[in-house]
């Protein structure tokens, strides 16, 4: 091959998508025509609500919006976001210095690390953690160091453990890090944390001098009374942190790529100066719908977590009817399910191929979001009670054979 030696380091650098790996897997079963239950990938289900939907009918039919938008998002949907965190948490934000409209938080994140991180810069993120965490600092050419994500059998968050292993990080690291990235409710794990969680971060923060870039996307998920907390509730966080919110899970609107990331002026701004050399902003009446979704009536957002919780819970009865105990999660759309004993030999590379094979059940490799995974698979809410019943059923049968 006449170009052989030419190389592209930053892609080397990135993992292939550990995913990529089981999907290949189920779409080679489905093209055999075999019926796979498919709960791999957070990818909602139900329908966008249907004010949402007509309101981005009306604005598409009208003459002006169909030229380039703005890039940090449109006036209008900034303010309706500030007015979410304002409702929700009695935070105040500035739509013009604080708040840009992203493409989805995964297209922020990569962003707004192309922006502010310096080659060899290091950030901190826990493990496991959603891949994009990590990889954004890969992609920008910083360096990234692992800590566990501390947490017990039922998925409780042991606040004082992660300080000691952050804290350790600070002290024996060189360079010394400059990002912590934190994201709960969780992704993987589903674990939550308390307010308190972010006073002491921040203020940390403050001590060490980084800043904090967190990850509030299943924040409306919640469950049993559950409240999601926001950096921003704690005082001077702005000073120190950004947090990214979305509208892909509360809203079913995955596909439409709509969120933000708010905080930091410093932060907000170099992420919107690379955002204007990148694209010039969503389609205008994407926007505009997103606005009617955070303004508009909220019952469908209490409908669709809901919905969740039932899923929840019937998905964790089956399946421990079925012989697989899972601890039940506080938030989220997942299950971290820990690898049945019988299985637990196989790792969860291996036991997700398996349950693929064997069971037509898909789910996603504990493995593919960090080693401190390889115990467990993610399980997503995302399928019916009448398939989540013959996923059980599938899954029975096979632990018997194993």
Same mark, same amino acid.
């Given at each position: 091959?006449?170009?052989?030696?030419?190389?592209?380091?930053?892609?080397?650098?990135?993992?292939?998508?550990?995913?990529?790996?089981?999907?290949?897997?189920? =779409?080679? $079963?489905?093209?055999? !025509?075999?019926?796979?239950?498919?709960?791999? =990938?957070?990818?909602?289900?139900?329908?966008?609500?249907?004010?949402?939907?007509?309101? *981005? @009918?009306?604005?598409?039919?009208? %003459?002006?919006?169909?030229?380039?938008?703005?890039?940090? !998002?449109?006036?209008? *949907?900034?303010?309706?976001?500030?007015?979410?965190?304002?409702?929700?948490?009695?935070?105040?934000?500035?739509?013009?210095?604080?708040?840009?409209?992203?493409?989805?938080?995964?297209?922020?994140?990569?962003?707004?690390?192309?922006?502010?991180?310096?080659?060899?810069?290091?950030? &901190?993120?826990?493990?496991?953690?959603?891949?994009?965490?990590?990889?954004?600092?890969?992609? +920008?050419?910083?360096?990234?160091?692992?800590?566990?994500?501390?947490?017990?059998?039922?998925?409780?968050?042991?606040?004082?453990?992660?300080?000691? %292993?952050?804290?350790?990080?600070?002290?024996?690291?060189?360079?010394?890090?400059?990002?912590?990235?934190?994201?709960?409710?969780?992704?993987?794990?589903?674990?939550?944390?308390?307010?308190?969680?972010?006073?002491?971060? &921040?203020?940390?923060?403050?001590?060490?001098?980084?800043?904090?870039?967190?990850?509030?996307?299943?924040?409306?998920?919640?469950?049993?009374?559950?409240?999601?907390?926001?950096?921003?509730?704690?005082?001077?966080?702005? %000073? &120190?942190?950004?947090? $990214?919110?979305? *509208?892909?899970?509360?809203?079913? =609107?995955?596909?439409?790529?709509?969120?933000?990331?708010? !905080?930091?002026?410093?932060?907000?701004?170099?992420?919107?100066?690379?955002?204007?050399?990148?694209?010039?902003? =969503?389609?205008?009446?994407?926007?505009? +719908?997103?606005?009617?979704?955070?303004?508009?009536?909220?019952? @469908?957002?209490?409908?669709?977590? $809901?919905?969740?919780?039932?899923?929840?819970?019937?998905?964790?009865?089956?399946?421990?009817?079925?012989?697989?105990?899972?601890?039940?999660?506080?938030?989220?759309?997942?299950?971290? $399910?820990?690898?049945?004993?019988? +299985?637990?030999?196989?790792?969860?590379?291996?036991?997700?191929?398996?349950?693929?094979?064997?069971?037509?059940?898909?789910?996603?490799?504990?493995?593919?979001? !960090?080693?401190?995974?390889? %115990?467990?698979?993610?399980?997503?809410?995302?399928?019916?009670?009448?398939?989540?019943?013959?996923?059980?059923?599938?899954?029975?049968?096979?632990?018997?054979?194993?």
């Amino acid at each position: 091959e006449m170009f052989d030696e030419i190389r592209f380091s930053k892609i080397e650098r990135l993992p292939n998508y550990v995913f990529a790996e089981v999907n290949a897997i189920k =779409m080679v $079963a489905r093209r055999a !025509g075999e019926d796979i239950i498919d709960f791999s =990938m957070g990818n909602p289900d139900g329908r966008t609500p249907q004010h949402i939907i007509d309101k *981005l @009918c009306e604005s598409a039919q009208k %003459d002006k919006t169909h030229g380039y938008s703005v890039s940090q !998002g449109i006036y209008k *949907l900034r303010l309706a976001c500030a007015n979410w965190y304002k409702r929700k948490y009695g935070v105040i934000l500035d739509p013009e210095s604080e708040i840009v409209a992203v493409m989805g938080s995964k297209e922020g994140f990569v962003h707004l690390t192309s922006a502010i991180v310096n080659p060899g810069d290091v950030a &901190v993120v826990p493990d496991p953690a959603y891949p994009i965490h990590t990889q954004a600092f890969i992609i +920008a050419g910083g360096n990234v160091v692992k800590i566990p994500l501390a947490y017990d059998e039922n998925l409780n968050f042991n606040e004082n453990k992660f300080f000691i %292993d952050l804290q350790r990080t600070f002290d024996e690291s060189i360079p010394r890090p400059k990002y912590v990235v934190v994201n709960f409710p969780h992704n993987p794990t589903t674990v939550v944390v308390q307010k308190s969680f972010y006073e002491r971060l &921040v203020a940390m923060a403050r001590q060490e001098r980084f800043y904090i870039i967190s990850d509030i996307a299943y924040a409306e998920i919640a469950f049993e009374g559950y409240k999601t907390p926001s950096i921003f509730e704690v005082q001077g966080a702005k %000073d &120190v942190a950004v947090e $990214a919110y979305t *509208l892909s899970k509360s809203y079913n =609107m995955a596909g439409w790529r709509v969120g933000f990331v708010s !905080g930091n002026k410093k932060l907000v701004a170099a992420l919107k100066k690379i955002k204007s050399w990148f694209d010039y902003g =969503m389609f205008t009446p994407i926007q505009v +719908a997103a606005t009617i979704a955070l303004n508009g009536p909220q019952e @469908c957002v209490e409908e669709i977590r $809901a919905s969740y919780e039932k899923r929840r819970n019937f998905l964790i009865d089956a399946f421990a009817d079925a012989g697989w105990v899972i601890a039940k999660p506080s938030a989220s759309m997942f299950a971290w $399910a820990k690898l049945p004993p019988v +299985a637990a030999h196989l790792r969860s590379m291996e036991f997700s191929k398996q349950l693929l094979t064997k069971a037509r059940v898909a789910v996603s490799p504990g493995v593919g979001f !960090g080693a401190a995974g390889d %115990d467990y698979v993610r399980i997503a809410f995302i399928e019916n009670e009448n398939r989540t019943r013959q996923a059980a059923r599938n899954i029975k049968k096979y632990l018997k054979e194993i």
